[in-house]
């Protein structure tokens, strides 16, 4: 095997091997809560729906070509090339716009009782389903010439002046027009949710920067009460997570959508399958490590997961016990 090749399938390898268990982690801690509280909060209803579609991203797209530049086996004729491109083009702009809903959420969640912002807060956990269900058909829609256009490699030589090659497939479009529509169709769609969530972020950075200052004029008073004070941590703690989870998207779906803006825009080259890894290894880098973040700072998450591990300890335990006597 070539050593490019070598590569390319040990990139994808590492990514499926961060990737998967951990969203597998965060979703079955999230249902766990689910099923001990009988209810999820709006906040946690949206990090589950994001550990989905980043799941999909990782299982859908990094395990698939690790088989296939491997040789152990290939789905990529012209159906494969269909499915797993709109899936993956679907479940990755899910990941951006659920990120994008969360920002929003916590930027509504961070404002004080009472304002009209809270019953905005209010309302958005209400209808958080038609979110949901609208940010589905956003992308798909957007999604969904993937599923015309795209086919099987079946000959590598052959690149078309309005296709583009994602390595094991072309995306062949009838004309530079529609070529250059979709493109733009996918960048906004892209865009629209990296700048309103960069804003919300904003919001909140300086709302903590208010926050710790207004602490530090009340530290030599006689204090408030230590419920408040927790939950007000429990939001910092929330906000924080919130804020570093956008940061790592621009940075990586910067450089993805760049590379995106690249592609469409110049003629094709024998680098342009370089170009579409590149941009496949950054935008799921993002689905692969997201989920670190939210393990090491969300408390439900990893109480949720030291019941599961205790759970499962106990039978064990009792068996022992049982076979001693």
Request: charged residues 15%; contains cysteine; positive net charge.
């Amino acid at each position: 095997m070539e050593s490019e090749l070598l590569t390319r399938g040990l990139l994808y390898l590492s990514l499926a091997v961060a990737g998967i268990p951990g969203n597998t982690a965060v979703i079955y801690a999230f249902l766990s809560a689910l099923h001990h509280e009988r209810r999820l909060l709006p906040a946690d209803a949206i990090v589950l729906h994001l550990a989905l579609a980043n799941l999909l991203v990782v299982a859908v797209r990094c395990v698939l070509e690790v088989l296939a530049t491997f040789r152990i086996a290939n789905v990529f004729n012209d159906a494969g090339c269909k499915g797993v491109i709109f899936v993956y083009r679907t479940s990755r702009s899910l990941s951006i716009w659920l990120t994008f809903v969360l920002s929003a959420y916590q930027c509504l969640s961070i404002t004080p009782p009472g304002s009209r912002w809270a019953a905005a807060r209010e309302t958005f956990g209400r209808l958080l389903w038609a979110i949901f269900l609208a940010v589905w058909i956003i992308n798909i829609s957007v999604s969904s010439p993937s599923i015309v256009f795209s086919e099987g490699a079946k000959n590598d030589s052959k690149l078309l002046q309005n296709s583009i090659n994602v390595q094991f497939c072309f995306v062949n479009f009838p004309s530079t027009y529609v070529k250059d529509a979709n493109g733009a169709a996918q960048t906004v769609r892209d865009v629209v949710p990296m700048a309103l969530m960069t804003a919300a972020s904003l919001v909140i950075l300086v709302f903590l920067y208010r926050h710790s200052r207004q602490v530090k004029g009340l530290r030599g008073g006689s204090g408030g009460g230590r419920g408040g004070a927790a939950g007000a941590s429990a939001e910092r703690r929330a906000a924080v997570t919130v804020v570093t989870l956008v940061t790592v998207y621009v940075v990586l779906y910067g450089v993805d959508n760049g590379l995106w803006v690249y592609t469409i825009m110049v003629r094709q080259t024998m680098s342009s399958a370089l170009i579409s890894d590149l941009r496949i290894f950054f935008s799921s880098l993002y689905a692969a490590t997201s989920p670190a973040i939210i393990i090491m700072s969300n408390k439900k998450v990893k109480r949720n997961l030291r019941w599961g591990r205790e759970e499962r300890a106990a039978p064990a335990s009792e068996t022992g016990t049982s076979s001693t006597v």
